[in-house]
T-cell receptor
């Protein structure tokens, strides 16, 4: 039981490049979330999903897209990376009927 | 909307000192309250939680009590250890918001031997 895993762990992009971050969970959780963590800002919600095939915007969705084609995977895409998207990205999942989110180890992204 | 305000850091203590990290919240409904901990280089782990007024969450010697009248959820530990050095986040979630977490900005705790 790996819990929540994130790929890749680190990435450096140039402005304008695109990439996809993968989050995978093996706990059969319905809910999945993407957060970004910036110094002095805590964590802020980017997008979330309440089940396979569904997505919704969070607090800071601009510049990101997401997909949840399979229940166990939640992808976060950056179509045209900007330096303001330099951050640490965390994925989390949660079981229906509970309120505890389980977090992945994070992806550190730098956009130059 | 919802918001969480927690004590600004960093906090530096000596081993065996008493720890308090203040946390207050604003919520439209009746939230669940959480403390998450992030050790260096790792993701967040749930430390403790409380789901209704006057509930006390506890884990690893840490405690926090859900105070509805003061909208607070302060984290305390009677005797900190070097291994408690980490960033601590206060957070809330609500059923009506699909359990989205609203976080405070985090408090860095450093415990010196």
């Amino acid at each position: 039981n790996a819990g929540v895993t994130q790929t890749p762990k680190f990435r450096v992009l140039k402005t304008g490049q695109s990439m996809t971050l993968l989050c995978a969970q093996d706990m059969n959780h319905e809910y999945m979330y993407w957060y970004r963590q910036d110094p002095g800002m805590g964590l802020r919600l980017i997008h979330y999903s309440v089940g396979e095939g569904t997505t919704a915007k969070g607090e800071v969705p601009d510049g990101y897209n997401v997909s949840r084609l399979k229940k166990q995977n939640f992808l976060l895409g950056l179509e045209s990376a900007a330096p303001s998207q330099t951050s640490v990205y965390f994925c989390a999942s949660m079981r229906t009927g509970e309120d505890e989110q389980y977090f992945g180890p994070g992806t550190r992204l730098t956009v130059t | 909307g919802n918001s969480v305000t927690q004590m600004e850091g960093p906090v530096t203590l000596s081993e065996e000192a008493f720890l308090t990290i203040n946390c207050t919240y604003t919520a439209t409904g009746y939230p669940s309250l959480f403390w998450y901990v992030q050790y260096p280089g790792e993701g967040l782990q749930l430390l403790l939680k409380a789901t209704k007024a006057d509930d006390k969450g506890s884990n690893k010697g840490f405690e926090a009590t859900y105070r509805k009248e003061t909208t607070s959820f302060h984290l305390e530990k009677g005797s900190v250890q070097v291994s408690d050095s980490a960033v601590y986040f206060c957070a809330l979630s609500e059923l009506g918001s699909n359990y989205k977490l609203t976080f405070g900005k985090g408090t860095l705790l450093t415990v010196n031997p």
